[in-house]
């Protein structure tokens, strides 16, 4: 949705031509892709209030789902002729790759977390599932590279914003938190870099109920709060970002992504 709403803003099109319908559907091949396989090695049972597919039908079957659509999502790029938007699509692959790299390194061996190695996960494993829909789009309707570095800033704070208020979301509910390198646990580690609350932290069976403990709930309130402005910074620079677009459907689009997407 957000490559073809890109391509009809900038080059005013109301069709759209087949090489862009190739495209839209490769990255909705790829992003698929990428969920089937993140829900496998989170070991996640539900998505969208559904078995996700390693949990029903097994592992094996499940990277194979995986495998099939990132093939199919190439194929359709190759048919679309335009060697840009493999370039662009493999580049945010191995991006993707690299930052769920470190988080399944981090879960592997925990230890003290600072707010940049999150950041930097967050840099490669989610701002990418929205900067290269809005490149693609752009390249569709003929590029212009200084809107992309224009796109490139908005995506990476919409990006972050966005990953930062899902952290938060973590703590609303009772549902149990699985240990991961989160922006919470970064301002946590480092309000109290007190070597035995750190390893308690990151080594306890429950992590809420240690949080919801008396002397730790000030520290979670505050952790909370600090990444809560760090969302409303990027959610400012994200917005800072549309008001260089000169562009006035592609403005109006993003300034409507940005409300949906960050609350």
């Not at 929205?130 to 693609?136: N, T």
């Not at 490139?152 to 699985?178: C, K, N, V």
């Not at 959610?235 to 403005?251: F, G, Q, S, V």
Request: some cysteine; charged content about 25%.
């Amino acid at each position: 949705y957000l490559l073809a709403a890109t391509y009809m803003a900038l080059s005013g099109d109301r069709d759209i031509p087949k090489e862009v319908e190739l495209a839209a559907v490769a990255v909705e091949c790829f992003h698929k892709a990428s969920l089937v396989h993140d829900d496998i090695q989170d070991n996640d049972t539900m998505r969208y209030g559904k078995q996700t597919v390693n949990a029903a039908y097994g592992v094996p079957i499940a990277i194979n789902v995986g495998d099939i659509l990132l093939g199919e999502g190439y194929r359709l790029l190759t048919d679309s002729g335009n060697m840009e938007l493999i370039k662009v699509i493999a580049d945010s692959h191995i991006s993707l790759c690299k930052g769920q790299g470190m988080e399944l390194e981090w879960s592997a061996s925990p230890r003290m977390l600072t707010v940049d190695f999150v950041l930097d996960i967050f840099c490669n494993k989610t701002v990418p599932a929205f900067d290269v829909s809005l490149i693609m789009g752009l390249i569709c309707a003929g590029d212009d590279y200084r809107l992309r570095e224009t796109l490139h800033r908005y995506s990476r704070a919409l990006g972050i914003a966005y990953q930062l208020q899902d952290d938060m979301e973590d703590f609303e509910t009772d549902t149990p938190i699985a240990l991961r390198p989160s922006a919470v646990l970064a301002v946590l580690c480092e309000l109290q870099p007190d070597e035995n609350f750190i390893r308690n932290l990151l080594h306890c069976e429950d992590l809420k109920a240690f949080l919801n403990l008396a002397e730790n709930k000030p520290l979670q309130d505050k952790a909370l709060e600090r990444v809560s402005q760090m969302a409303e910074q990027y959610h400012r620079e994200a917005l800072d970002a549309l008001h260089e677009i000169t562009n006035m459907e592609l403005k109006r689009l993003l300034f409507r992504v940005t409300k949906r997407i960050l609350k």
